[in-house]
């Protein structure tokens, strides 16, 4: 029988958090223990303590690590269809196991004030990224001002969007909702 190597670093961290995602996809947030989350990723709580000290920090880095997967920055040469392409993407991703988890996670806020405070943190941390990449480029091309590479003017579409989700309560938007949200709010606030 083979001897069994000790994970470290990387390998370790992508493990946990594969098993944290798992975890949250199979049981909700209310599930989540470090516990659980140490056995499925075949090591200890303290492995996982030692990276994130709560499992509001745990939960929330697990949706990031799977949602950084499934989004990449579009790039057609146009900043009208890089928009609805991210939006798009975003949209169809709501059934997806990272959207499944974010819901859980937004669930559980009311209760635990720690996870707001994540999520938020989540949120002005990493959710502008691919927003901003499109519209470096589109300054580039001049089809936005520069002006407009601010994160809450970069975000506008996407927290729409959200607003759809949340106070419809909706897993998918209409397809003539997004074009509407790009068309009539995105690109007149960014334009050139």
Known sequence: ????????GAELEDAILRAAADELA??????????RVAQRA??????IYRRWPNRAALG???YRHVAEDRLTPPDTGNLRD???TLL???????SSPAARILRGLLTGVGDEPELRQQLHDQAAEGGPKPWLTILDRAVARGQARPGARNPRVATVALVLLRNEFLTRGLTTVDDSVLVEIVDEVYLPLVGA
């Open 60 to 62: 929330v880095a697990a």
């Open 26 to 35: 199979e049981s909700g947030y209310p599930g989540l223990t470090m516990e």
């Open 1 to 8: 029988m083979a001897e069994k190597t000790r994970r470290r």
């Open 82 to 84: 890089d928009a609805l």
């Open 88 to 94: 798009r993407a975003i949209n169809c991703g709501q």
């Open 42 to 47: 075949g090591t200890n709580k303290n492995a």
